[in-house]
């Protein structure tokens, strides 16, 4: 019943920014954190933002600095406003949800494409 739909990818120049949004809708028994991963083509996702119940966030090293992961808790939305987007950063970015109180229970959503052309 748990869904979430990401949104804001698309092309981008070396220098600009994007914002990725993500709506988290159905039984949420408890939001324990969200995050944004990537996977480039070819290659393993990686975690690239978390951000935790409490609000403390941490980051990949190579974006830090450059994004900012924040988070609706009204709306169980958490958004990653990119800046500065380098060529390395073109991926699909996912994003994920752990949730639960006795059990954890992760969630994905479908990945929304980001393209950052020199």
């Known amino acids: 019943q748990v869904q979430l739909v990401e949104s804001g990818g698309g092309v981008v120049q070396a220098g600009g920014s994007l914002r990725l949004s993500c709506v988290a809708s159905?039984?949420?028994?408890?939001?324990?954190?969200m995050a944004w991963y990537r996977q480039p083509q070819g290659k393993e996702r990686e975690l690239v933002a978390r951000?935790?119940?409490?609000?403390?966030?941490t980051y990949v090293d190579s974006v830090a600095g450059r994004f900012t992961i924040s988070r609706n808790n009204g709306e169980n939305t958490v958004h990653l406003q990119m800046n500065k987007l380098e060529v390395e950063d073109t991926a699909v970015y996912y994003c994920?949800?752990?949730?639960?109180?006795?059990?954890?229970?992760?969630?994905w959503g479908q990945g929304t494409q980001v393209t950052v052309s020199s």
């Open positions: 159905g039984n949420i028994e408890r939001i324990n954190s």
């Open positions: 951000i935790v119940a409490e609000g403390r966030t």
């Open positions: 994920h949800l752990n949730s639960g109180v006795s059990f954890r229970y992760i969630y």
